[in-house]
């Protein structure tokens, strides 16, 4: 896939995102979300992000979204101000193509020009290759949390990485 482009988000992308996520909220402990979100709900969330000015990048491949980056603030109040947090999707079949590591140094440059002075990731442990991604892109564990997340029947840790940008 060494034809992949980033673009903004469109509206028009936002039945394709909507499966992307569709998959990991069914499929994997990536999300916390136990019921996958709609169009009207996927909608209204990226319609946030593009009210804050936020960074939404679509990965593009042969005219096809095939995966989507983020990132917003970490926590609402005023003082996180300057610290985002970064989510990253990927279609089944462009996973494990180098994809969302390019995608993660785009969200970062974003975040920069944003103003956004740190990032944080927030992944459920057991996804090592989430973490050995963000790893690669210089972050560094800052925490982990133990048993937080429930979901297809068992307790869920999550880490937290971080990186100044």
Excluded at 68 to 91: H, M, V
Excluded at 113 to 137: D, P, Y
Aim: hydrophobic share 40%; charged share 25%; net charge neutral.
């Amino acid at each position: 896939m060494s034809d992949v482009t980033f673009r903004p988000f469109t509206w028009s992308d936002v039945p394709a995102l909507t499966e992307i996520y569709r998959h990991y909220v069914d499929e994997t402990v990536i999300t916390f979300e136990t019921e996958a979100p709609g169009e009207a709900a996927m909608a209204e969330r990226f319609g946030k992000l593009l009210d804050l000015g936020h960074p939404l990048i679509i990965a593009e491949c042969g005219g096809r979204a095939i995966g989507y980056a983020y990132a917003s603030f970490y926590r609402p109040r005023a003082a996180y101000r300057f610290t985002c947090e970064d989510s990253i999707y990927l279609a089944k079949d462009a996973v494990g193509k180098g994809i969302g590591g390019r995608l993660l140094d785009e969200l970062m440059a974003q975040c920069r020009v944003a103003g956004f002075k740190q990032m944080i990731a927030v992944i459920t442990a057991e996804r090592a290759n989430s973490v050995r991604l963000h790893e690669k892109a210089g972050f560094r564990h800052v925490g982990r949390y133990e048993a937080v997340g429930y979901k297809f029947d068992r307790w869920l840790d999550i880490v937290h990485l971080q990186k100044a940008l």
